[in-house]
């Protein structure tokens, strides 16, 4: 029987993972060849949100092509997250068992040789078979990517790592409209998949070269049924939260995956409490660190999910702006987001996580507050400093939540943490666009219309924001000393007794 202490200082000592390298002394300059694994993981990401926010301005056009009604070729996006929903459980299992630099290498070959199928359907049959391929290289992307970045980067320098994760998942939702807005006016849209092609092919090659052959020593046979139930359970929770209020499919049909969704996820939840070493270790959550940075967090990307959708809607229904000219003026949050890499490590040092959770909370849900006072004759440059200030410091927020979700994760749990973390953040953005797009409906519902206008979209971005604002509050619960060994604080004499108060056991 192994007992495995849940706490960041008797974790440094009992590492199984080969090819991780130990935790480095504070204030030590990080090199740059350090950075070159998270920015390659980064890209990798990028892409993969990048392909999955141009699909969504590129529908209509992909519906005349392949003559189909555009709400069944919708199919097409709820298949790629059946997907997601039903893999990204095990991705922490396969990394341990198979290699994190293998697997997410073979990740990034399943997800081009996807898209490739993508470019080349001819049929909503053909679509929908190479979107689930996709979306299985796409949950294991994810995870095992921020696996690679977690076994490779020392504690101390986390944080800078992690904003060459936040950006690119910040940039891809921005970025993506744009670019597929300019690929289906000007191109056609079967290149939306096959610009894929040449940056898994780099991707590829980077990560032969740079990235070490991490595995685990000690891996335990695979919890088929945990596999299952959480697969299952995650699958039909997304399926309701995209087909929720759509009305292109029976409502029965539409409550049976809500019910079969929760009761799946219900059944694990007392699966993993009787198993020795279940496919997700719901333990996780005993530290304060983790569940404030993925559960608290999660309410946060409810509230930020939903900001691409609505601001869309604002622009180009509300205001009348072409998809182009909407994109171009909201790329400007994409902007600010890449501000936050310079910046992060030393605010983090000054302020600490809990009183900057706290704070850019409260400033993150004002700026998003600040946007449902936009009308059309709102001036241009005003919206683009708001969205300049709001992207730095929603990626602030973000940057900070990924970061401090891991600050006491001991080595043999990175894996199954990383694909912990991902359901929550799937269930979380998922939930944020749904929120946000029946808020949408009861507006219309009440002032009996069908056409939406500016006013209508106003009040969505103050429920979000109230959202974001909510976890300010909550937040105000987290331990002054969190996250301490990610930055330069100095330590104070209580802090040996904090690292006490967070230490658990999880026996295998």
């Not at 049924?225 to 049909?253: D, I, N, S």
Request: hydrophobic share 50%.
């Amino acid at each position: 029987m192994k007992q495995w202490p849940l706490s960041a200082r008797e974790s440094a000592g009992n590492s199984r993972v080969s090819g991780a390298q130990p935790p480095s002394p504070p204030r030590r300059r990080a090199s740059t060849r350090q950075f070159i694994v998270p920015l390659i993981v980064g890209c990798a990401l990028f892409m993969e949100m990048l392909d999955s926010t141009v699909i969504t301005t590129a529908l209509p056009v992909m519906a005349h092509s392949l003559h189909e009604d555009p709400v069944r070729l919708n199919l097409a996006i709820t298949s790629y997250l059946l997907s997601l929903g039903v893999f990204i459980p095990v991705s922490g299992w396969v990394a341990d068992r198979f290699g994190a630099r293998k697997v997410f290498r073979l990740a990034i070959a399943v997800f081009t040789v996807g898209s490739m199928l993508c470019g080349v359907s001819h049929s909503l049959l053909q679509l929908v078979g190479a979107r689930i391929l996709q979306g299985l290289g796409g949950a294991m992307m994810t995870p095992v990517g921020r696996v690679v970045v977690l076994k490779t980067v020392p504690k101390s320098d986390l944080i800078l790592a992690m904003t060459y994760l936040t950006v690119p998942a910040m940039l891809g939702p921005v970025v993506g409209p744009l670019v597929g807005g300019f690929i289906v006016t000007y191109y056609s849209w079967r290149w939306i998949f096959f610009m894929n092609l040449p940056i898994c092919i780099i991707g590829i090659v980077l990560v032969t070269l740079f990235v070490p052959d991490i595995f685990e020593e000690d891996v335990a046979p695979l919890d088929w049924l945990g596999f299952l139930l959480t697969g299952f359970g995650l699958a039909g929770v997304m399926f309701f939260l995209e087909t929720v209020g759509r009305g292109a499919l029976p409502v029965w049909l539409v409550a049976a995956a809500l019910i079969l969704g929760l009761g799946g996820l219900l059944a694990y939840y007392f699966h993993a409490r009787r198993v020795p070493r279940p496919i997700v270790e719901l333990k996780l959550f005993r530290l304060q660190t983790f569940t404030a940075a993925t559960l608290t967090g999660g309410l946060f990307r409810m509230g930020v999910g939903a900001m691409p959708f609505l601001l869309a809607l604002l622009l180009q229904v509300g205001f009348g702006l072409s998809p182009f000219a909407s994109g171009l003026l909201t790329f400007v949050s994409a902007a600010g987001a890449t501000i936050t890499k310079m910046t992060i490590a030393p605010i983090v040092r000054v302020f600490g996580f809990r009183h900057l959770l706290v704070i850019n909370g409260i400033i993150t849900a004002f700026s998003m507050a600040v946007i449902s006072l936009f009308t059309a004759a709102t001036p241009h440059l005003v919206i683009t400093l708001v969205l300049l200030c709001g992207g730095f410091f929603r990626s602030l927020q973000f940057t900070c939540l990924g970061s401090l979700a891991y600050a006491d994760v001991p080595p043999n749990l990175v894996s199954s943490s990383s694909s912990l973390a991902s359901m929550v953040q799937q269930l979380s953005m998922s939930l944020g666009v749904t929120c946000a797009a029946l808020t949408l409906h009861v507006i219309l519902a009440m002032r009996g219309e069908i056409k939406l206008h500016a006013n209508d979209v106003s009040p969505a971005f103050t429920i979000m924001a109230v959202l974001s604002l909510l976890t300010s509050f909550l937040f105000i619960r987290l331990d002054e000393h969190a996250g301490h060994q990610l930055s330069d604080r100095p330590r104070t004499p209580a802090l040996s007794d904090h690292d006490n108060r967070e230490s658990i056991s999880v026996t295998h």
